[in-house]
């Protein structure tokens, strides 16, 4: 999602794709935080329509790429947070990673309550 997604948006992304967090990226397409929709549940309707704020976004864990998965895990445990941001050797973005995917590498497939049939 953008980086200035508003509450409304985050709802409507749950709808219609059941995820329960979800990355914001800026302009270029580069994360720069996470949402999880928990923290928008007690949005009030003023808040509705407006980029949700600074303190309703999660901060992304930065980890190189080519990370061992342990070595993920206990980064993501350490810091209580379930996405990472993964970068190459010049610090350029690679893309995302999700504590949910390293758990589905060591033991398999997780299903969950969002998981549709």
């Known amino acids: 999602l953008p980086e200035d ?4 948006d985050v709802h409507h992304a749950v709808a219609q794709r059941g ?3 979800y990355v914001l990226v800026d ?14 549940l007690d949005a009030d309707d003023s ?10 976004i999660r901060r992304l864990v ?5 990370v061992d998965l342990e070595d993920a895990l206990a980064s993501l445990r350490n ?9 190459g050797e010049s610090g350029d973005t690679r893309g995302v990673l999700f504590l ?3 758990i589905e590498e060591l033991v398999g497939e997780v299903r969950d309550a969002t998981t549709r049939h």
């Open 5 to 8: 997604a508003t509450p409304r």
């Open 19 to 21: 995820f329960s967090r």
């Open 27 to 40: 302009d270029q397409g580069d994360p720069t935080g996470y949402v999880h929709i928990k923290d928008l």
């Open 47 to 56: 808040e509705n329509d407006y980029p949700a704020p600074p303190r309703r």
């Open 62 to 66: 930065a980890m190189q790429e080519g």
């Open 79 to 87: 810091t209580g947070s379930h996405v990472a941001k993964v970068t």
């Open 100 to 102: 949910e995917d390293i």
